[in-house]
């Protein structure tokens, strides 16, 4: 009986790379699945829809409502690992073919693995995903110098998970992800990646990758981001000069822990 391999494909460049290797370096039969969920962009799921259709790859969209889950929506130091957890088991439940021999993948690196608080690794280790990624050692330098010489990947969906924005114990709606996803889409069209837009109540933090920020302060562009981010409720709006930080949040969350 054949083999198939189920890649749980988050847009990102780590999956990317993955789903690419597996697809042009094995004889391996791989079907990517793509969780749409209230913490995704819009604009990730046509990212994700236009590699998986332009390499004719079989994929499956398996909508999962997080926001049901009062565990996510608390919006604990845990979310990412009952997020995880409601995800894969969904995923068991749509791929319950006892024909079939089935390995469940996804696309952490060993870099996010050591370096990182990741307590959706702690769900996908309990279930028994595979991370081959993690599992061989390749960190986020040998990805990114893998992908450059056989030429893998191209532009890779930046934005991630929504809910990453909002500092934990703040209660997770649709109406707060959907602002930030609105605030930050103007930024993106205007070349801005990574940026964030840290949700704080009334106020917004806004990180940029690069070069960027400067974009911020040019005129016209200016007065009318304020407007639209005045009109999303923000009354205080900062832009962070040390740019784009991985996990900002969480660090900010010690800090305040530890004063």
């Not at 919006?75 to 690992?81: A, F, K, P, S, V």
């Not at 991370?131 to 061989?136: F, V």
């Amino acid at each position: 009986m054949k083999q198939k391999l189920i890649l749980a494909f988050s847009g990102g460049k780590d999956s990317r790379f993955l789903l690419e290797a597996i697809t042009r370096f094995t004889e391996r039969t791989c079907h990517a699945v793509f969780f749409q969920t209230p913490f995704v962009s819009p604009k990730t799921l046509e990212s994700v829809y236009k590699f998986l259709e332009q390499r004719e790859i079989n994929y499956t969209l398996i909508p999962v409502d997080l926001l049901k889950s009062p565990s996510i929506v608390k919006n604990g130091r845990d979310r990412c690992y009952h997020c995880k957890r409601l995800m894969f088991e969904t995923l068991f439940q749509y791929f319950n073919y006892p024909s079939e021999i089935l390995r469940f993948m996804e696309g952490t690196n060993f870099s996010e693995a050591i370096s990182e608080n990741r307590p959706g690794l702690r769900a996908v280790e309990e279930l028994g995903i595979e991370s081959p990624l993690r599992q061989a050692g390749l960190t986020e330098d040998d990805i990114a110098a893998l992908s450059k010489t056989y030429q893998m990947t191209g532009e890779a969906d930046d934005i991630g998970c929504l809910a990453t924005r909002i500092p934990f114990g703040v209660p997770i709606t649709e109406e707060i992800l959907k602002k930030i996803d609105e605030s930050e889409d103007p930024l993106r069209r205007e070349g801005m990646h990574p940026v964030r837009v840290r949700y704080f109540g009334k106020t917004a933090r806004i990180e940029a990758g690069g070069k960027t920020v400067g974009r911020l302060f040019n005129h016209p562009f200016r007065d009318r981001y304020i407007r639209l981010l005045t009109g999303f409720g923000f009354s205080n709006i900062f832009v962070d000069l040390k740019g784009y930080q991985k996990g900002a949040l969480e660090e900010n969350a010690d800090a305040r822990e530890n004063l």
